[in-house]
């Protein structure tokens, strides 16, 4: 999977928006844009993803820049539940890609 | 609907006793993965498999780590002779089939720690 790079940590006051960036300078034509998260003891969570378009989910927002170098998650209104660790990777769209491979992430640390 | 099921969620066991972790993925997912994850690190992967059939086992890490999958559906993951370097949360995920479009749905993990 290509590289990418995000802060290693950030902080948010609870009940306001909150965006992580991340940048993907090498992403190839075809790589999807994947992000995961990881609340403290528990198991990796999928939160969204996208290829070119900005997508919206339950769980938060992908905005895509248009050259897609780089790429923010958006969440709307943190809760003390969004404190995690947060993954961006990038996907390449074939089969031969399956295995999930973290980098260091950003720390999402959310005050009340 | 149902997630991605483990169990046991805990087990303790003496060095040299063999270990079977199970997992129940989502209904209908026909990709499967193993990883493992030691305290404070990231994720290794272990092994997939799409249907019944594995085609990557080059995750696994000794010939003491064994995984099957029957009618394309439940998972075991065995691990012979435990040694105490086998010490980590194993995590299952599935994805409706395997590739990049696709995301992967996690189990909340077994935690193995070997004595």
């Known amino acids: 999977d290509a590289k990418t790079t995000q802060p290693n940590s950030m902080e948010s006051n609870e009940e306001e928006p909150v965006h992580l960036p991340c940048n993907h300078s090498?992403?190839?034509?075809?790589?999807?844009i994947h992000w995961y998260r990881q609340l403290p003891s528990q198991g990796p969570e999928y939160v969204i993803h996208?290829?070119?378009s900005n997508v919206n989910n339950r769980m938060a927002s992908l905005a895509i820049a248009e050259d897609r170098k780089s790429s923010t998650l958006i969440l709307h209104r943190a809760t003390l539940r969004d404190a995690a660790v947060y993954y961006c990777?990038?996907?390449?769209?074939?089969?031969?890609?399956?295995?999930?491979?973290f980098g260091k992430g950003t720390k999402l640390s959310v005050i009340p | 609907g149902a997630g991605v099921s483990q169990s046991p969620s805990n087990k303790v066991t003496e060095k040299g006793k063999d270990v079977e972790l199970r997992c129940d993925p989502i209904?209908?997912?026909?990709?499967l993965y193993w990883y493992r994850q030691s305290l404070g690190q990231g994720l290794e992967f272990l092994i997939y498999?799409?249907?019944?059939?594995?085609?990557?086992k080059s995750g696994l890490p000794s010939d003491r780590f064994s995984a099957e999958r029957t009618g394309g559906s439940v998972s075991t993951l065995t691990i012979q002779r435990t040694q105490q370097e086998d010490s980590a949360v194993y995590l299952c995920?599935?994805?409706?089939?395997?590739?990049?479009?696709?995301?992967?749905?996690f189990g909340p993990g077994t935690r193995l720690t070997v004595t």
């Open positions: 996208g290829l070119t």
């Open positions: 209904s209908g997912h026909t990709a």
């Open positions: 498999f799409q249907g019944n059939s594995a085609p990557d």
């Open positions: 990777i990038l996907r390449e769209s074939g089969a031969g890609s399956y295995q999930l491979t």
């Open positions: 090498t992403i190839s034509g075809t790589d999807y």
């Open positions: 995920a599935s994805s409706r089939t395997s590739g990049g479009p696709y995301e992967q749905y």
